[in-house]
């Protein structure tokens, strides 16, 4: 359970608990189980789903206002998607230092400060899969070190191109629409971000 969720009242009366659990598929990268689990009412059911390490996402501010984003083919759809830098935590990696890594490894950019926005979780129904919303400022530029297979292209785009983005269609990435969500509630002062220098 996240940090996040911790805090959260359980709600019993709505809960379903695990009666047998089987991996069916085992990758290099996810894992697909079939869960045999007791209804709140007692009757049983399957649940098939998929275990994922965990990730974190980057919302880079430059200084002229803008923002990092990246254009990726992403396979599943077949098409380039706009997104936030992101990427999935290394075993035993702490969010912050994949947030870091992942920029710079992706970008090039490193940021003077950060601040960690909360948690998202993208598919519910079929997945643990947590994704960690990190924002950056005080850009400096250096070199890209993309994994081996990685191929993406990073711009730059304006808060009003990501919502015009989101409203043509263009732009879909759901984590992505979280993350410009996240940026304007703090940009109107309705939320509010703890900025920390970078370790």
Known sequence: MSSDAASL????????????????????????????????????ATREWLVHPGAVMIVPLLDD??????????????RVMIEFPAGKLDPGEAPAACAARELAEETGYRAAEWARAGILHNAIAYSNEGIEVWFARGLTLGDKHLDDGEFLDVQSASVEELLDGSASGALTDAKTLIGLMWLQNWQSGRWTLQWQPAS
């Open 9 to 44: 009242p359980v709600d019993h009366h709505l809960a379903e608990h695990l009666v047998r659990s089987e991996t069916v598929y085992q990758g290099s990268f996810l894992e697909i189980r079939r869960d045999q689990v007791r209804l709140p009412d007692g009757r049983p």
């Open 65 to 78: 206002g803008r923002v990092v984003i990246e254009r990726q083919f992403r396979y599943p759809l077949g």
